[in-house]
């Protein structure tokens, strides 16, 4: 199986910026250690992490389903509203509003 993505209705400080990855696409990415185009045997697989940084306070939320490719349809598996937010440079958290929350 390929793990697959789309980016949606991101929105930084207030303003829609869009949807910067309208169509699904790879989730893995090769600079990332242990990250592969497929699943593994068991139908798991190691999304490499994000995040964002500026100089100013800052609040970016977007939507990120994640599906599998089989047989050129994609599978809609799951479905993460992520929040990152700054309060200085330096300084912030993500969160998928579940079962992921990390801050400096």
């Known amino acids: 199986m390929e793990p697959q993505e789309e980016i949606l209705n991101e929105v930084i400080n207030g303003t829609p910026i869009g949807n910067p990855e309208p169509t699904w696409v790879d ?23 994000f995040g964002a940084c ?19 349809t994609n599978y809609t598996v799951r479905t993460n509203s992520w929040t990152l937010t700054s309060t200085a440079a330096g300084h912030g958290s993500v969160t998928n509003g579940s079962d992921v929350t990390q801050s400096k």
């Open 27 to 49: 989730i893995w990415n090769a600079n990332y250690p242990g990250s592969t185009q497929f699943t593994n045997a068991g139908g798991q697989f190691l999304d490499a992490p």
């Open 54 to 72: 500026t100089l100013t306070p800052f609040v970016d939320t977007f939507t990120q389903p994640i599906s599998m490719l089989m047989n050129g």
